[in-house]
């Protein structure tokens, strides 16, 4: 029979890069003379720009800790034991890069097994344990308090969750189980299914205490020290924590229900690891914590060998990895300084861009348009943005002053951007209005300004051909919603130098995006895919197959919208211009729908209506087609779809339109919000077979995101 030690011991060796944790144990008088206590820090050692994470040696270390204080307790030497973490981060779960290694189903329940074994440890020391939440915690972080009697958090707290669902795994070490126990399923069904899925929602401090999830909170400068008097309270018996009883009749059900409702909602059954934590969670209902915990081993093991958590992992790599280097950007040191940003347009994502600029740049920003009225309600849109953050106390009164004068209108272009480092242009997505858009802004900016383009789909080096200096003209095409997609594609086009792009990449920094080079082709990444696969969609609806149909083909990737709701989202009218765009380019892929034609000539904005709460063909719309006779199946729209995007991926792969099949994965991720668990999209087309079907060979290397063999 393996002991603790020998399963973390297994699994170290097989991780010899982890970032070690120690549990140091220092001992303290509590105040009020209520006896000695014993508190164990988790700490790796470094900064609070390097978090603790709980690797097999940590897990090992924090064993060792917990030895030396039950020996304390059996010999009446402590009073309690608490725990808490180093400056400004508690803990923030497993080391991933661990969970990367895994190669065996045999170690990954080891893996389970070992954090269960020591976490389930603090709660039957025999005498009392607390957790102190001082600062980030998440994951396996949480848990280790979750183990513990008591547990008191900082209002500071910025970020607190349990994020295993969103990567594809389940609160593995107690958090299905012990969670709803605590705070009652409907509540843990929110912090571990819902927030989860909803792009990794973090909890504050406040809103961990109003859950239940802790007993008492304190302010962050003095945290620990209230912590301890609070802790004094409790073992002298003058606190006595009260929590409410749990409901486990048919509220548990109900709650269960809305978990695999919000599931449904999200990934569509096509990634596993909501439906299992909903397993734990409503088998938790008999309150048999250690049924519990086993069922938590087995999901772990079983979820930690599947590709669908390969793939999510991948993901996360690229967004917190590869997304902070972008291939191919040029050195940082040639970025010159943006100290005053020009906006040409004052629409709406005009007036969205020059929002992002003021707050994230906080220098003066000036827009323009082709008459005062435009620009007035430009600026004011702005400004009542800025208010609303202030209403939301995201900004205090001063800053919003400041932000707000900031941000002008001129509608002479040489007044307002005679001293602009940096013009964007937002304009109608028409060449010649582009083209003599920047040969006004040139003649009037200074010699080093920045010249660039919104241009979701136009070639940007045909855009600055004109011009006397066309080596700063960039592409900087956002995702709309500006402020919630993070993907900035910045586009080089042929002349373009390194000091124009080097400083575009610093900005793209300054306002927190996610920017990928890419080569000046048509429709750059995102739209080209998107209007390769939804032009396959739409050609099966011309040739017959039903719209609702169509619709549900894509339904089993578990993407966060249909494709029609993506078109009407996107609008028909740009999604025309765009598949035309393409369509001129590479007239034997891209197609142009005549019926999508009569729909935007009809000046119809959507195709569904919900009348009856689900979404239904507008009959307008219905009367506008004229399609053929060949009904296709779900699972043939399916095909042609996938195959369609696999062979367009090749494509844009040996163009150079970017640098590797990783920036296209990070593309749709951060710019049109497709999930983890398909790793963008390269690596589905990987273990679907369709990447080798249609193009004789894997994007990615086994292993890369997919279990290694």
């Known amino acids: 029979m393996s002991t603790t030690a020998d399963l973390l011991k297994s699994a170290a060796d097989l991780f010899p890069d982890e970032v070690v944790t120690s549990a140091q144990v220092r001992h303290l008088d509590l105040p009020q003379g209520a006896g000695r206590f014993a508190l164990i820090t988790l700490d790796n050692g470094f900064d609070h720009t390097k978090p603790t994470t709980l690797g097999p040696q940590s897990l090992a270390n924090l064993d060792k800790a917990i030895d030396q204080v039950e020996a304390e307790a059996a010999k009446g030497e402590i009073v ?55 600062g980030a915690a998440m994951g396996g972080g949480v848990e280790v308090g979750l183990h513990c009697g008591y547990r008191t958090v900082s209002r500071a707290i910025p970020a607190f969750s349990l994020p295993e669902v969103f990567l594809g795994l389940v609160p593995g ?5 012990l969670l709803p126990n605590l705070i009652g399923a409907d509540r843990a069904v929110s912090v571990i299914i819902e927030n989860s899925l909803n792009q990794n929602k973090q909890l504050k401090g406040a809103q961990v205490y109003e859950l239940g999830i802790a007993d008492a909170i304190f302010d962050g400068a003095d945290f620990l020290e209230q912590s301890l008097i609070w802790t ?95 291939a191919g950007a040029p050195d940082k040191s040639l970025a010159r300084p943006v100290t005053k940003v020009g906006v040409v347009g004052a629409g709406l994502m005009a007036s969205q861009l020059a929002l992002l600029f003021v707050r994230r740049l906080e220098v003066p920003v000036v827009l323009t348009d082709i008459d005062q009225e435009r620009i007035d309600k430009g600026v004011a849109y702005v400004h009542e943005e800025i208010d609303k953050l202030l209403l939301k106390g995201r900004v205090n009164q001063d800053k919003a002053n400041r932000l707000k004068a900031l941000v002008s209108g001129a509608l002479d272009k040489a007044e307002a951007f005679s001293d602009a480092d940096f013009v964007i242009e937002a304009v109608f997505e028409e060449m010649g209005v582009k083209q003599q858009v920047f040969a006004e802004v040139e003649a009037v900016v200074p010699e080093h300004a920045i010249l660039a383009t919104n241009t979701s789909s136009l070639s940007v080096t045909e855009m600055a051909s004109k011009l006397r200096h066309p080596e700063r003209v960039v592409g900087f095409h956002f995702f709309n919603p500006v402020a919630v997609l993070p993907l900035l594609e910045i586009v080089r086009a042929e002349q373009t130098d390194d000091a124009s792009l080097a400083t575009a990449f610093a900005v793209a920094k300054s306002l927190k995006k996610t920017a990928v080079l890419v080569k000046d082709a048509p429709a750059f990444v995102v739209n080209r895919i998107l209007t390769r696969f939804l032009g396959e969609v739409l050609r099966s609806i011309d040739e017959g197959t039903p719209v609702e149909v169509a619709d549900r083909a894509l339904a089993p990737l578990g993407l966060p919208m249909s494709p029609i709701v993506l078109l009407e989202l996107v609008g028909p009218a740009v999604a025309h211009h765009v598949a035309g765009t393409l369509n001129a380019a590479f007239p034997d892929r891209f197609g142009v729908s005549e019926n999508l034609g009569r729909v935007v000539e009809a000046g119809k904005r959507t195709l569904y209506v919900y009348d009856s709460g689900k979404p239904e063909l507008d009959p307008e719309v219905a009367a506008l087609f004229r399609t053929g006779d060949t009904v296709l199946t779900e ?75």
């Open 80 to 134: 309690g034991v608490g725990i808490t973490g180093k400056p400004f981060v508690f803990a923030v779960g497993a080391d991933l890069k661990g969970v990367e290694v895994v190669k065996s189903r045999e170690n990954a329940l080891a893996i389970a097994k070992g954090g269960h074994d020591v976490f389930k440890r603090l709660s039957s020391l025999a005498v009392p344990t607390f957790a102190y939440y001082n």
């Open 173 to 177: 070490w107690g958090g299905c189980t």
């Open 232 to 326: 004094a309270s409790v073992l002298r018996g003058e606190i006595e924590v009260d929590r409410p009883d749990v409901d486990r009749g048919e509220a548990w059900d109900q709650a269960v229900a809305r978990g695999r409702g919000i599931a449904d909602a999200k990934v569509h059954g096509a990634a596993p690891a909501a439906y299992r934590a909903l397993d734990i969670i409503a088998a938790a209902k008999n309150g048999d914590l250690r049924q519990g915990f086993a069922a938590e081993d087995e999901a772990l093991a079983d979820l930690i060998m599947s590709d669908e958590l390969r793939s999510g992992l991948y993901a996360f790599n690229l967004v917190n990895k590869r997304a902070k280097r972008p």
């Open 635 to 709: 699972e043939q729209v399916r095909e042609r779809a996938l195959d369609a995007i696999a062979e367009e991926i090749r494509l844009m792969l040996d163009e150079g339109v970017v640098a590797e099949a990783q920036d296209i994965d990070l593309c749709l991720i951060t710019g049109a919000g497709w999930p983890f668990h398909l790793g963008g999209i390269t690596p589905y087309l990987d273990r679907e077979g369709v990447s080798e079907r249609v193009t004789g060979k894997r994007f990615l290397e086994p292993g890369v995101a997919s279990v290694p063999r």
